[in-house]
């Protein structure tokens, strides 16, 4: 025993490790199976009460793929050839023509369409200079220009039908790049074709929208919570003094490090983190115009030694005075009057329990734990909510979130509903480093009817904030310090460059378009998935029955502990495929029914050389240790190559025979352990306890 202590160590470890990593899984099949019990308020209050349970199991079950839950395989094709039609400086029907040509060309082939069209050009005697440089240009660096626009015309399509995919509330999509032109969509659980096409190819709408000034927005929240719990009591009357809980300490004390990097919209009266500069433009007449703005983006400041003087994600709400202005946070907290629990602040402020406030940043934008957003998008959705919110209001949140010490907490904003600006006017954005600072900045192009606007908005809204807001989602609100003309600017600020790249490819969703078309399309119906559930369930239920029966009536009590050994190997597959959250599909299953095989054939090599041992009449100690070792060298062989063979279809392959691939190599290196140690470990227990073991 005390010899292979240390295998069975390991053996038990891996075993708890694998059903500690399949315990959510369990959990959410509970949770459905409850939820489907429940109707109307029911199921709301079973959400409501089990919210961040059931995200967190959903969150690290073992993934279900498309084909074994019902849903919708869509690819998308990125026009690259009218972006290079809009790209062109100059045109004619020569370039047209190669166009058309080239794009005839990519209905049939896989070739990439930029080498497709530089080799229709150069078959014409013609070059990139001709259409898109100017005199100064090399023809290589307009071949690096566009090269570079063409990826990110692709990351911009990603990044577009990311954002409406999080919005329309698919569970676990999976969105992929293939080649320079394609996106591979998977949605599971959706079976709506006319709403799917609606979704992923309706124009990119960037917007460019006012926040709600803090005062109104306040009041509208105090509307809210009255709405809710029916009580006309405002927040300023009551609360004087909150008690702070831990999560709301933990928000405080990483809003100072945290929000200033991921949450560029917050603000500070102390320090200025960004700028929105004027830069030169082609227009020289309005050169001495172009005046340098700050967009202050105040840090927002937390003071950690008095957490009470902020209303913070869960219980902190400041008191005396909600009336939030820009230059203003309100008066001192009266720590004269009674505390509320924080029991107490959760029944009689339920809302503003869940959005808290921190109003030394002077605005009136709220954090929001991760576990408590979809109650308040239900809240927000409510009939007698929607009933108390402005016409020309509505909430949005940030695409950008920040940790809390352990705690994701999301922004969320009160934005006008009309927006001031579309992003049509932007005729170019781009992302770079300032060498004077040396940091990121981005810099805005607008055209002549766009700078025009801009200069009267900026101009109009000075000390107020301005959200660019792509389908619905805040990537960037900065405060407008002063009048901008000329409609170029520069924006600083981003936490880092890729930060910057993101905010131009949302900037450029308004300018020079890749039309994105839906050009294959497949729908699973989720009665087709429960069918593969059951059908690919069933097959692997049978198969071990069978395998586990053929075992124990061939080699007896050896063809037990390689049954044994199979549930081992089985549970060690699905938890390493937990624990990575990798996808489960039907070529996995069939993966999974190989490795079962070959767990048993491993077993088979072992079992048939200790026979051979015993039948030329050695001991069973030495017939059973020689039986490992001459099969070891067999066993290692046929494994490593199975699993090279694995990778390299994973590495190639498609997405169901990658599916396959991985269950196949997850399960040849559970197979390596199970067969060359647990078995051993058993057999060699049961011979120093002297026990007589039977290989049929």
Known sequence: ?????????????????????????????????????????????????????????????????????????????????????DMAVRKDDQLLAVLAEVKEVTKTSDELIFDTFKAKLAAKGLTLKNYYGETRDTESDIETKLSAEIDKSLDRAVEIVRNRIDQYGVAEPQIQKIGNSRIVVELPGVSNPQEVRKLLEGTALLEFKLIYDPQSTVKVMEAINKAMVGDTTTVADTLKTIPSSDTAKKVSESLTDSTNKLNPTSASTKGETSKLTGSPGQDTNA?????KVDV???????????????????????????????????????????????EEFKAKFPFFAMVGLNQESGTADGYVKDSDRDKIERILNREDVKAVIPSDMQFAWSNKTFDAQGEKIHVLYAIKKDPELTGKVIVNAMANIDPTSNTPIVTMEMDGEGS????????????????????????????????ITGGNSQIEGMANVQEAKLLEIVL??????????????????????????????????????????????YYKFGGSVADFAVIINTLIILGIMASLKATLTLPGIAGLILSIGMSVDTNVLIFERIREELDSG???????????????????DSHFTSIITGIILYQFGSGPIQGFALTLIFGLVANLFTAIVVTHVIFDIMIEKGKHISFG
Request: hydrophobic residues 40%; glycine residues 6%; charged residues 25%.
């Open 452 to 483: 025009s606007d801009w200069a009267r908005i900026t101009g109009a809204n000075i000390n107020k904030r301005i959200a660019i807001v792509l389908d619905n989602v805040i990537y960037s609100a900065p405060v407008v310090r002063s009048k």
């Open 618 to 636: 050695k001991p069973l100690r030495t017939s059973v240790d020689l039986g490992y070792k001459k099969a070891f060298s067999a066993i290692i």
């Open 296 to 342: 202050t983006k105040k840090q927002d400041t937390v003071k950690k030694k008095d957490t009470t003087k902020n209303v913070n994600t869960d219980t902190s709400v400041k008191t005396e005075d909600t009336s939030v202005t820009e230059t203003d946070t309100g008066a001192a907290t009266d720590t004269s009057q009674a505390q509320l629990s924080e």
């Open 1 to 85: 025993m005390k010899k292979n202590l240390t295998r069975i160590v390991i053996t038990v470890a891996l075993i708890l490790m694998s059903l500690y990593f399949l315990y959510p899984t369990y959990k959410d099949y509970t949770f459905v199976k409850q939820l489907k019990s429940l109707t109307g308020q029911d199921s709301t209050d079973f959400i409501d009460k089990n919210g961040a349970e059931i995200t967190n199991a959903r969150d690290n079950r073992l993934k279900l793929g498309l084909d074994l839950q019902g849903g919708m395989y869509v690819v998308l094709d990125v026009d690259i050839v009218k972006l290079l039609e």
């Open 287 to 291: 050169k001495n115009d172009v005046k």
């Open 508 to 553: 450029k969703a308004g300018a020079l378009p890749a039309p994105v078309k839906i050009i294959e399309e497949r729908s699973i119906g989720p009665s087709l998935g429960e069918d593969s559930i059951k059908a690919g369930v069933s097959s692997s239920i049978a198969a071990l029955i069978l395998v586990a029966l053929f075992m124990i009536f």
